[in-house]
């Protein structure tokens, strides 16, 4: 479900990283983000756990974008995601 759910929302993770792209043509790396998905599907405590880009504004885009994410209410209460994002130049 929230793999199908972050595919939807692919252009806009995408334009996070090609908005830094412009700037750093050669910019690659992974973005690790954890966050709880509570019982209505609203995105709660999101929080980047791991960034091996080089500086950029490519987190905190992300980190904004998920926490305005509704999901599908989950069955049985909140779940937790952690979810790795990777991007390379003409990917």
Known sequence: MVAK???SQLPK???CYE??????????GKVVIHWT???????RTVAVVSNS??????????QA????WQFPKPA???VEVTF???FRPGD
Request: glycine residues 6%; proline residues 12%.
């Open 5 to 7: 759910y972050v595919a």
């Open 13 to 15: 993770v995408t334009a």
């Open 19 to 28: 908005s830094s792209l412009k700037i750093t043509p050669t910019l690659e």
């Open 37 to 43: 998905i509570d019982a209505d599907g609203a995105a």
């Open 53 to 62: 880009m080089p500086p950029s504004s490519v987190p905190e885009c992300l």
């Open 65 to 68: 974008l998920i926490e305005a």
């Open 76 to 78: 049985g209460g909140s």
């Open 84 to 86: 790795p994002f990777d």
